[in-house]
């Protein structure tokens, strides 16, 4: 429970320093994070010093506040249980985190208070950062919260009025994830459709937490940053999980696995003919990982869900075979392998599926020729 300790550490004002050198980090390590971020966020190595400045002198200052709408808590999880964290972990830690319901410890009508005063007293200023999908308009009592009986809706549009910048963690919160999945008897929406402001996107399920402070240091050095058409940050989800993945070479071999426990899964063959959703799903999981960047599904042998794309529940299905000529919104418009994701046209539908499997069946046959 590193975060909650940190939480209250945040509380006490802590110095960043003190904070990682309780985990053995040496200001040496901090500053070759600031230059790996920096690089990570595509700003050039010259951005390492803006990078460690904004964090060591504004981080702490920015007021954060957390709300958890329809969803698992699985973002916040990922972060909680984090057994060692990584510089990314404590730099989120440091945030000066206002409200959270899941690590704060009042409850009741003092958490409303606590949430009302915040609000007040950093009106304009704050990062909401929003947890979840939102059960909206008549069925919005489907998420009644605190003491007060507020709906989720009448919270987060008190939230999102007053808030500086909005960042949508998870899919839930930028898609309607598995909230919103039909029949989606709450009616639950993404929280851009309450709100008139713009919403930065952070989707996964769970994103990683170098998204989410990337995300949130870019917040701090500009105030936004550049976005593709689902208002997802082009420096994370710009590229398809296929184009960095370490099985893409036995793609383009032929080599496929072609069910799991075969001798093709024992050699890490290409995952697409169980499923994979890799080549029409844009996030950076290849390249950051996750549980202290250490393994990713694909490389724990499990294609990936797509799990970060605009209502991937239904549009992704079924999980453990390929899409074939499955029709899905993501698209990439005759541009290929080369395809990225601010390129992509919404809600036309194109043959990519069909050429990608088609690519699959042809280069096995040549496979089994050779």
């Known amino acids: 429970m ?14 960043l320093m003190e904070l990682l050198e309780e985990h053995g980090f040496t200001r040496r390590d901090f500053l070759k994070w600031s230059s790996g971020m920096a690089t990570m966020l595509g700003l050039g190595a010259t951005f390492a010093p803006s990078i460690a400045n904004a964090v060591e002198n504004n981080a702490s200052n920015t007021p954060v506040i957390w709300l958890h709408m329809a969803e698992c808590t699985g973002c916040s999880e990922s972060l909680l249980r984090s057994d060692a964290p990584t ?3 404590l730099i989120f830690d440091y945030l000066n985190i206002e409200y959270h319901e899941t690590v704060m410890a009042a409850s009741g009508h003092q958490a409303d208070e606590n949430l009302e005063n915040a609000i007040k007293k950093h009106a304009g200023k704050y990062v909401l950062l929003v947890e979840g999908a939102v059960p909206a308009g ?32 998870g899919t839930c919160s930028s898609f309607g994830g598995i909230q919103a999945a039909a029949p989606n008897p709450t009616n639950a929406v993404p929280i851009s459709k309450i709100t008139n402001k713009s919403v930065i996107n952070v989707p996964g399920c769970p994103p990683s937490e170098k998204n989410i402070v990337g995300s949130i240091l870019q917040i701090l050095l500009f105030g936004t940053m550049p976005l593709d058409n689902f208002n997802r940050p082009k420096w994370a989800y ?92 993501s698209v990439f418009s005759g541009m290929g392998a080369d395809a990225m994701s601010d390129k992509i046209g919404i809600g036309v539908l194109t043959l990519t599926g069909v050429a990608i499997a088609a690519h699959a069946s042809i280069a096995a046959i040549k496979k089994d020729k050779e």
């Open 138 to 169: 008549s069925s919005s009592f489907y998420l009644t919260l605190g003491a007060k009986g507020h709906t989720g809706e009448e919270i987060a549009k008190n939230a999102c009025a007053n808030a500086a910048a909005i960042l949508a963690i």
């Open 2 to 15: 590193d975060f909650f300790r940190h939480f209250n550490n945040s509380c006490s004002n802590k110095s």
């Open 87 to 89: 510089i990314d972990s």
């Open 238 to 329: 710009e590229h398809r999980i296929h184009d960095y993945c370490e099985r893409r070479g036995h793609f383009d071999a032929g080599e496929f696995v072609e069910s799991f426990g075969d001798e093709g899964a024992k050699k890490g063959y290409c995952l697409y003919k169980v499923g994979c959703k890799g080549p029409y799903t844009f996030n950076n999981c290849a390249k950051q990982r996750f549980n202290q960047h250490i393994n990713w599904p694909i490389g724990a042998g499990h294609g990936c869900i797509g799990c970060s794309e605009p209502d991937f529940w239904d549009s992704m299905r079924t999980y453990e075979e390929p899409l074939k000529s499955h029709l899905f919104q």
